[in-house]
């Protein structure tokens, strides 16, 4: 098998540079550029479709942050109608519970730690229309107790 001119001329540089390869591992290790074309084309691709799905993450999470949370008009509503929830969100699971029962509409409500009503024993504790109402509240209850609408 004869050489091209362009593996004569590699190797002719690779033995000026000392690397001192024989023809035949020369030829071996040799790439052509149409294998380190599709390579290149190949690693870029995946470079880019890893980017967009990137990107396209971020999107959704900067939209889904912007979005209004699912009964943000009920909590605004419960506040409006003088409903109060007393808690304890940093260690109380039942608060939580509550909490994440109103995801992001949570900050409507008119929330309270439970130490700024003396006698409170259960959390969450809701009082509504001078009427407490212990332990989590489902949106059917607060909605019969208050008029609300979810």
């Known amino acids: 098998m004869e050489l091209t001119k362009r593996e004569k001329k590699q190797l002719k540089l690779q033995e000026d540079s000392g690397v001192g390869e024989t023809a035949a ?83 409507y409500l008119n929330y309270q730690d439970y130490r700024k009503l003396d006698g409170i024993k259960k959390t969450p504790t809701w009082v509504i229309d001078g009427k407490w109402y212990e332990n989590v509240q489902s949106f059917d209850r607060l909605k019969e107790l208050t008029g609300c609408s979810y």
């Open 25 to 107: 591992s020369s030829q071996s290790s040799y790439k052509s550029p149409e294998t380190v074309s599709k390579r290149s084309i190949r690693k870029y691709f995946i470079i880019s479709a890893v980017l967009l799905v990137i990107v396209g993450i971020a999107a959704y999470s900067v939209y889904s942050y912007k979005q209004p949370g699912r009964y943000d008009g009920f909590a605004k509503c419960l506040s409006s109608e003088g409903a109060v929830v007393y808690g304890a969100v940093e260690w109380c699971k039942y608060t939580q519970i509550q909490k994440n029962m109103f995801g992001k509409s949570f900050k």
